[in-house]
């Protein structure tokens, strides 16, 4: 069936597409727009052309499942140049999302008009490429280089109210694409409005052109948001180019610059990532029918940082949230902490003080566990220690609602273990937040034993609803994110008792895109979780810092320094003492390790525990392990995650590399797993296991 119609009402045509789920430009989409517009330019009479689109929305970009394989049919380009050239007036009518591409063709029409709740975008910048049908040489003509800028590299959604204000829309009006679409062409023809093309617009270029420092500055203000991607520099030397090149130029060099970056392995990455995180949400054997429980409201036990973040989530989409604490001045500080950090969003200007109120009213604080008979869904956000979780549960069991889900954020602990106490192990499952809980996007939904389908389904959709990234997974120590966290870890530690300093292990991973390093990661976290300050007697690196009171941040030291004012760490010669002087009583013999090898040896084994969590079953696919390592802990998306780096250097690299290091260090756990061995073997790589 063809993806492109044509209706005619009386001498307006309406072109309309139907490629569901997002009618992207793929091939059937840009052959038949070109055959159809080519054919209604001549056409007698027709004296003006609406473009919209069926079911959900207009059109959300190329089709990306096209990218890296051979043209097939016309071009977008092709596309857009009969669009440009097209006699009469062409007015795109939107509704759901213009994205990418989709906006791009929208700004080939003369007009632009849509429905109040459309969106407008070009996030290409997510998937490591930048807007490559003309967007960098259009959108600085219409809205002004820096807005343009703006909408390329954070790639986000304008309303279309806000798209009307810059002049990206000529109208916003009530009713369908369709409706508004054929009004305004009717409005095109009577006043015999020209064809306006956004190729000769001159104002907005002529202003941009006096602005000297416009783009130093430009790039200024994103290095450090944008360190390690390749695609906002590619965009700002576009629309440089918009200014100083004419169009057609323009759009030759925007062409060079997208193909460069489509070749490039962050793209690859960052597509693979694209997919990966839509692919975290297919539970095969889970019964979609099981019913979804409905949660309204949300009991949440612990207001300390966890807790609190967690209830914020909820707040945030409007949930009503019961705090429990078990004392009142606990209590206080949580409900104060939430407030101030409420506030401190305002005082950015990312919310309203209406909505800092708002929001604080859905938090209902209370020292009275009864409170919670009525909750849909209770979070324990409490002490990480088996014997209280167990004894919150037993509690929780006996106060709320049959049916009702019962969750634990509990980061390492055995979760069939904390259901068993239960009457209802059906009902419990994990819920593992990311610190912190109301920033990090991550949600570890932790599948015990026996929890029902209708309780996972319910939490994946909620984890939605709370814009989480939900990543099903099994139970083990630490589940996915945190047991390939501990293997870096205690490699890390290693590089320490052979030589390297705190900060060489640090800068090797910062400088490959991490956040922070292993020890600034510690530092931040408190060197102090698991110091016990009755047995500690200087047996390790850990111990000998706490006892100096290095607890991390909060202390102002740990393995690092930091400054009272700024919170700048610098290393400490003190520390480099303490570590050489450790080693000597304990016989390490140091020596010197290159940055490669730091790399080595903290990466390789996170891949090989990944292989072992694959092996175990507690992750579903090698994708959904990546897509936990870019949204808890940062590891960056140009490359994709630990899996899919893994592939990316080839697997029989990575085994020859584990084998040289475990037998080095006559270390069992640095020993290749037996699937990343049997894929090696196979000349496989992890993705043949991402379906
Ligand atoms: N190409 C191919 N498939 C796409 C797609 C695209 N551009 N956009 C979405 N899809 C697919 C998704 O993979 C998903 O498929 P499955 O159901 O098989 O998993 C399906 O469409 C629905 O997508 P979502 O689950 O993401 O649905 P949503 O309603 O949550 O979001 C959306 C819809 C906002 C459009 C979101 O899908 C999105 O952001 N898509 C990407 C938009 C984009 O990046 N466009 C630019 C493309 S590149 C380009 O256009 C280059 C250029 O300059 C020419």
């Not at 517009?37 to 919209?52: H, M, S």
């Not at 060489?504 to 510690?522: E, S, T």
């Amino acid at each position: 069936m063809s993806m492109v119609k044509v209706e005619k009402h009386n001498n307006i045509a309406l072109v309309s597409i139907n490629n569901p789920p997002v009618n992207a430009l793929s091939r059937g989409v840009r052959d038949g727009l070109y055959e159809e517009i080519e054919k209604l330019g001549t056409t007698t009479d027709t004296e003006a052309i609406v473009l919209i689109c069926d079911g959900r929305s207009f059109v959300a970009g190329a089709d990306i499942k096209e990218f890296g394989k051979p043209l097939q049919g016309r071009s977008l380009q092709e596309v857009q140049n009969i669009f440009r050239q097209c006699p009469k007036p062409i007015i795109a009518a939107i509704h759901g999302t213009a994205l990418g591409g989709g906006l791009e063709l929208a700004l080939c029409c003369h007009y632009r008009v849509a429905v109040p709740t459309a969106h407008l975008g070009l996030p290409e910048v997510h998937l490591g490429i930048l807007p490559g049908a003309g967007g960098t040489q259009m959108l600085p003509r219409v809205v002004g280089a820096e807005k343009a800028l703006d909408i390329m590299i954070n790639g986000g959604m304008i309303k279309a109210k806000e798209a009307l204000d810059m002049g990206l829309l000529d109208k916003v009006a009530e009713g369908t694409p369709q409706t508004i679409g054929l009004e305004f062409a009717q409005h095109a023809i009577g006043s015999r409005l020209p064809l306006k093309k956004v190729e000769e617009l001159q104002d907005k270029k002529s202003a941009d052109l006096k602005k000297t420092d416009l783009f130093e500055n430009y790039r200024k203000k994103i290095a450090r948001k944008t360190r390690g991607f390749l695609a906002p520099e590619a965009i700002i030397k576009c629309v440089e180019a918009s200014l100083n090149m004419d169009f057609e130029e323009g759009l030759k060099f925007e062409q060079q610059e997208f193909l460069n970056l489509l070749s490039s392995n962050e793209s690859a990455a960052q597509r693979y990532y694209f997919f990966s995180e839509r692919q975290a949400k297919k539970i095969p054997g889970l019964d979609k029918k099981a019913p979804n429980i409905p949660v309204k409201k949300i009991g949440i036990i612990g207001a300390g940082t966890m807790g609190g973040g967690i209830a914020m989530n909820f707040a945030n989409a409007g949930m009503p949230v019961t705090l429990v604490e078990r004392e009142k001045e606990a209590l206080k500080k949580g409900l104060d902490t939430i407030r101030k950090n409420y506030q401190r969003s305002a005082d950015r200007g990312k919310i309203t003080q209406e909505q800092v109120d708002t929001r604080c009213g859905l938090i209902e604080g209370t020292i009275d566990f009864e409170r919670l008979h009525n909750c849909d869904l209770v979070i324990e956000a409490v002490f990480e220690l088996m014997e209280i979780k167990k004894s919150v549960f037993k509690k929780i069991d006996a106060i709320v609602k049959p049916g009702a889900i019962l969750a634990t954020n509990t980061s390492f602990l055995d979760v069939n273990e904390i259901a068993a106490v239960t009457k209802r192990p059906e009902s419990v499952i994990g819920l593992h937040f990311f610190s912190p809980a109301n920033i990090m996007k991550l949600l570890e939904v932790v599948r015990g034993e026996k929890t029902s389908d209708d309780v996972i389904n319910t939490c994946l959709a909620l984890a939605a609803k709370i814009k989480k990234v939900g990543v099903l997974v099994g139970v083990c120590h630490g589940f996915v994110g945190n047991r390939i966290l501990e293997a870096r870890q205690s490699q890390a530690m290693n590089l320490i008792y052979q030589g390297c300093l705190p900060w060489d292990v640090d800068r090797v991973l910062f400088n490959f895109g991490m956040p922070m390093g292993p020890f600034a990661m510690n530092d931040l976290a408190g060197n102090d979780i698991g110091w016990d300050p009755e047995k500690s007697n200087g047996a390790t690196i850990q111990e000998r810092l706490c006892e100096q009171g290095r607890k991390g941040q909060k202390t102002g030291a740990g393995f690092y320094s930091y400054d009272p004012q700024t919170r700048q760490p610098s290393p400490d010669p003190i520390v480099a003492n303490m570590i050489k002087e450790f080693n000597q009583d304990n016989g390490h013999k140091e020596r010197k390790i290159s940055d490669e090898e730091i790399l080595d040896r903290c990466l390789l084994p996170m891949v090989n525990e990944g292989a072992k969590i694959m092996e175990e079953g507690i992750a579903l696919r090698p994708s959904d392990i990546d897509v936990v390592w870019v949204n808890g802990y940062g590891w960056p998306v140009y490359k994709g995650g630990p899996m899919h780096w893994a592939d990316s250097i080839g697997l029989d690299k990575v085994v020859s590399k584990l084998e040289k290091l475990s037998s080095e260090d006559q270390n069992e756990n640095l020993k290749p797993a037996p699937l990343l061995l049997e894929l090696a073997k196979k000349g496989k790589s992890f993705s043949d296991l991402s379906q």
